[in-house]
């Protein structure tokens, strides 16, 4: 799960994690978090998921990570956008319009550069992550975010020992010992996917629950 894993897997165009549609928790989920238009969005470890311009297009401010380089121009080529490119501290970055990507790793980022951040989005970050690296990223993501910031966390959830991650299983019980204490939690759904995904289907797993949290910084 180190830098060379993702940076393969991008070169190498193995992403299925990759929406080719906008989130349908983030479109149904979103609004009832109540952030003023023009909020700036926190979207850890983005690749170039679909739901960056969704949040822009609702009138959000977006900040995404990203490590892969080619993921992030692989979304300004594919929104027809031509970033604005510039060297800022451990990060690349990339804007144009309200959506701004920073390429290079998360944990360079500070509480400096998220002060502003009143939203949050975690739909492919924390499950991309081996449990030791989950820890070190939401104690990270705890440390530098402001109180206050709203956001929407997606989980999954099944028998790890039936697969190999990633995306890795996180069940309820690791997201309340990992966020509770600095964040409030409350779950939104959690319903079993596992019929519309037949790759998981194949692999011999019996359920495959998503988990959709609404979370506040204390």
Not at 33 to 56: E, Y
Not at 91 to 118: H, K, N, Q, S
Not at 125 to 152: D, T
């Amino acid at each position: 799960m180190h830098e060379d894993f993702w940076q393969a897997r991008w070169a190498r165009n193995e992403i299925g994690f990759h929406q080719t549609e906008v989130n349908p928790y983030l479109s149904r989920h979103w609004p009832t978090l109540g952030l003023a238009p023009g909020s700036r969005v926190l979207v850890p470890l983005c690749g170039k998921t679909l739901d960056l311009a969704w949040l822009a297009g609702e009138g959000f401010a977006v900040l995404g990570v990203e490590l892969a380089e080619k993921a992030v121009r692989d979304f300004f080529a594919e929104h027809q956008l031509s970033p604005q490119i510039a060297r800022q501290g451990a990060f690349t970055v990339y804007r144009a319009g309200p959506v701004e990507i920073r390429c290079g790793d998360f944990f360079a980022l500070t509480a400096a550069d998220v002060a502003d951040c009143r939203g949050l989005y975690d739909r492919a970050a924390l499950i991309a992550l081996p449990p030791e690296m989950r820890e070190r990223y939401v104690a990270h993501l705890s440390a530098i975010l402001p109180p206050g910031c709203r956001g929407l966390l997606v989980t999954l959830d099944y028998d790890q020992a039936r697969m190999d991650g990633p995306p890795f299983a996180v069940p309820d019980h690791e997201v309340q010992r990992l966020l509770a204490a600095d964040w409030q939690l409350h779950l939104l759904e959690a319903p079993d996917v596992l019929r519309e995904n037949w790759k998981f289907l194949q692999r011999g797993l019996d359920r495959l629950e998503e988990r959709v949290y609404r979370l506040e910084r204390r």
